[in-house]
């Protein structure tokens, strides 16, 4: 069983070899190392820098946890874990105030790192696949390195676009801006069915598909309506509906065109 002077005495200070994620406080000048599984699951935390008992107990406790779970992490987590350890409480009194500035905020930033969010804390190329860690810079070399770039041979050097797929649109964009036209339009290639399942997949990777109440509606020809269920103004749905098609034609094949359709049936009733 742990006890709270194990952190005290340096328990996870200790770097991790290739991280999910790591920040350093500029702060504390510490570092917080966090690696996730497929799941994303806590599976290993550490710090480095000076030792920081409070540090140590949230590498701990967030071991086994989700990304969620983590977002809601608090006193009471500290206060179940170690609700019998004296140490912890004596502790607790002395540095309550420096532990909510340091360490809470120091796992605040490297969630929002993890989630692909770093440039609300520091100048750094985007994480485009969180999946597998692969950054803008990494896409640019592969893209600038090869004459006839794909998402298959991207896929090959990087593993991007090979996990939760969250990152295909925008990966897709890039690539097709690089492919010659013959390469980038074949929707005449595939069938109907298989269109709807991938359309219907994007759809549901568009920010605001489950706000909106998204569903296809009709496939015909190059042309895909899609219906919503939302109250929102001309200029809303205006809006939308271009940042659709540009997400939607670009993940997919630039020649279709997805248009968004009131859903009167529902508004009505």
């Known amino acids: 069983m742990i006890n709270f002077k194990d952190f005290i005495g340096g328990l996870h200070k200790a770097p991790i070899e290739n991280p999910s994620v790591q920040v350093t406080s500029k702060v504390t000048a510490q570092t917080l190392y966090l690696k996730f599984d497929n799941q994303d699951v806590v599976i290993k935390a550490s710090y480095s820098g000076q030792v920081d008992p409070w540090l140590g107990s949230l590498c701990s406790i967030v071991s086994g946890k989700t990304l969620n779970e983590m977002t809601t992490l608090c006193w009471k987590d500290w206060a179940q874990t170690f609700e019998h350890d004296q140490s912890f409480w004596d502790l607790k009194s002395e540095k309550e105030d420096e532990f909510?500035?340091?360490?809470?905020?120091?796992?605040?930033?490297?969630?929002?790192?993890?989630?692909?969010?770093?440039?609300?804390?520091?100048?750094?190329?985007?994480?485009?696949c969180r999946c597998f860690g692969v950054r803008e810079n990494d896409v640019l070399d592969y893209i600038k390195s090869t004459d006839d770039p794909t998402p298959e041979g991207l896929a090959t050097v990087s593993k991007a676009g090979m996990g939760c797929r969250s990152c295909v649109p925008q990966l897709t964009r890039w690539l097709s801006i690089q492919m010659p036209k013959t390469q980038a339009h074949f929707y005449k290639e595939k069938p109907r069915a298989h269109w709807l399942l991938e359309i219907d997949y994007m759809l549901s990777c568009f920010p605001e598909a489950a706000d909106w109440k998204m569903e296809i509606e009709s496939f015909q020809g190059t042309q895909v309506s899609i219906l919503f269920d939302k109250k929102v103004s001309q200029a809303e749905e205006e809006n939308v509906s271009i940042q659709l098609q540009d997400f939607l034609a670009a993940a997919l094949d630039s020649d279709l065109s997805f248009f968004l359709i009131r859903n009167r049936q529902r508004s009505n009733a």
């Open 100 to 128: 909510f500035f340091a360490s809470l905020e120091l796992l605040k930033a490297s969630l929002d790192t993890y989630r692909g969010r770093e440039y609300l804390y520091k100048e750094s190329q985007s994480l485009i």
